[in-house]
């Protein structure tokens, strides 16, 4: 049999009425009393006018299967009915299908991992699907491209279940060529789920001028660079769910109802504000939590708070470890210190710290790690849980040996242990403390870029500052100058608010990369 060969004529019609009676006979047993037709008109012609109307009774069964697909199209969904808030993204999507379009459309989903987006595709193409003369589902691209022999898998999929046959080919580039002659002429619906890179796309044929007219071909991704580049000018940015959507959500995960027990009713509310709308975090501590006791609720969302749950860590790094090292450097320093401020400031201390960072930051954006508000760089609370949970684990159980410190305690802990590894502090309690703090501790922290101490009492300041020093702001420091032997060579914002500084250095410094807002 020749590449990709069909069927004989003959054997292909009654291939197809095969095919297509058997799907009006499972829909007619799984759907009792719903359908708009009669049982009886399906039965079998004598064997003469079988012979004589084949073709008749492959079209008419085909389009009775069409209608009865039409009508059942929303009561047969793949996934779970309790979809909370999907009604307001369909119906945004459903503006961006333009059904009555007749030209070739290339939608593109983005959004940070556990935002929903391969939920929202898998309900569009369930309700929409009858509407096409084939449709596939790709699912896990990224996943299953990454897998030995994962692109032949894709191929055969696609190939199979939109033109009911099978390559025998077992070049990629010979199937490619397969596809888009097969398709060509065909209306298609081809969803293709977590797409990361543009060249699964082209070995998959989902290219401008491969398919039929009409045709919808919607892409999910984590990289919104991604979609631009490959052209989708139609793009849906996958939003959280707001507080009400959120709480009906947990609620039904957590006690199989749309609101939760009186009792555990605040609790809920909490793990609703620390999800922060991410369906992902909903579900999984919703379903953790079913059925246990008020205390180890309490106990549970204590925990999550110093050590988030692995489920949802594990999701949401996928996008990390996609990055460029430099990128995880800009990353870990957003989340674990620079997070909330400008834009432009951000950039500048990124920068003297050989980051790149225009660039890094752009990357961030498009596969939605962070975000720029009113010109402010803001992520998602879970993905700085991340971000600190990445620093963590760098050395569990010796604060000392990780390259960024973001709580009292872990510093505490760090003075006393080796500290050469620490590349940032930050320190901001909400009231003044006093702290018994070892300060010739920072004479061994020679990376250290970034450091911000705020209400932290302390009788001394340290002997040594590193050279290594982007950014200083040390509310109320105790001593009346730097150290001597600090240079400031590198040093671009200084801040020593209500301090006893008397005179920061002796004669005269060179700073060249020093801003002019530098307040003492």
């Not at 590449?3 to 004529?9: F, I, W, Y």
């Not at 012979?51 to 079209?59: A, F, L």
């Not at 209608?67 to 779970?80: D, G």
């Not at 990376?447 to 002997?463: A, M, Q, Y």
């Amino acid at each position: 049999m020749q590449e990709g060969a069909r069927l004989p004529a003959v054997q292909c019609a009654s291939y197809s009425t095969c095919i297509e009676s058997n799907l009006l006979h499972n829909l007619i047993r799984k759907n009792p009393g719903r359908l708009p037709v009669r049982v009886s008109a399906l039965k079998k012609p004598d064997k003469k006018q079988r012979v004589k109307d084949r073709g008749d009774e492959s079209q008419s069964i085909k389009k009775i299967v069409e209608y009865i697909q039409c009508k059942l199209s929303f009561t047969l969904p793949t996934i779970s009915k309790n979809l909370v808030g999907i009604d307001s993204r369909l119906k945004v999507l459903n503006e961006y299908i333009d059904e009555q379009a007749n030209d070739t459309l290339f939608i593109g989903i983005c959004g940070m991992g556990g935002m929903g987006k391969t939920t929202v595709a898998r309900v569009l193409y369930d309700r929409i699907r009858w509407q096409f003369g084939g449709s596939c589902f790709l699912a896990n691209v990224r996943e299953v491209f990454a897998e030995k022999d994962g692109l032949c898998r894709l191929q055969e999929q696609l190939l199979s279940e939109i033109s009911m046959e099978l390559p025998t080919a077992r070049d990629s580039s010979r199937r490619i060529d397969l596809i888009k002659r097969r398709l060509r002429l065909k209306k298609v619906l081809l969803i293709l789920d977590d797409v990361d890179d543009e060249e699964q796309l082209q070995m998959l044929a989902a290219e401008h001028g491969t398919f039929g007219p009409g045709s919808r071909i919607i892409i999910t991704s984590r990289n919104k660079h991604v979609l631009d580049s490959h052209g989708v000018t139609r793009i849906y940015e996958a939003e959280k769910l707001n507080d009400k959507d959120a709480l009906i959500l947990f609620s039904w995960k957590a006690f199989k109802r749309d609101q939760p027990a009186e009792d555990l009713s605040e609790l809920s509310k909490q793990v609703v504000g620390y999800a922060n709308g991410l369906p992902l975090a909903l579900e999984v501590i919703g379903s953790f939590l079913h059925k246990r006791g008020l205390r180890e609720w309490k106990s549970a969302i204590d925990r999550m708070n110093d050590i988030p749950d692995r489920k949802i860590i594990d999701v949401l790094r996928i996008s990390f470890d996609g990055l460029h090292e430099l990128e995880k450097k800009i990353f870990l320093d957003i989340a674990c210190f620079l997070k909330g401020m400008k834009k432009d400031r951000i950039t500048r201390l990124l920068d003297s710290c050989g980051f790149h960072a225009d660039i890094g930051m752009q990357a961030l954006i498009e596969k939605s790690l962070i975000r720029v508000s009113r010109d402010e760089i803001r992520m998602h609370n879970l993905l700085q849980k991340m971000g600190e949970e990445i620093v963590r684990c760098e050395s569990p159980e010796e604060p000392g040996r990780r390259s960024r410190l973001c709580t009292y305690k872990d510093v505490c802990d760090a003075l006393k242990d080796s500290t050469g590894k620490i590349e940032s502090i930050f320190v901001d309690l909400p009231k003044a403390k006093e702290a018994p703090w070892n300060m010739t501790a920072f004479s061994k922290m020679t990376k250290l870029r970034l450091l911000k101490i705020h209400n932290v009492d302390l009788s001394e300041g340290p002997e040594y500052l590193s050279n290594e020093l982007r950014f200083l702001e040390w509310h109320a420091y105790p001593s009346k100058s730097l150290p001597a032997c600090y240079r400031l060579d590198e040093l671009v914002e200084l801040y020593m608010s209500c301090s006893s500084i008397e005179q920061l250095w002796c004669g005269c410094k060179y700073i060249p990369e020093l801003v002019a807002n530098t307040t003492l």
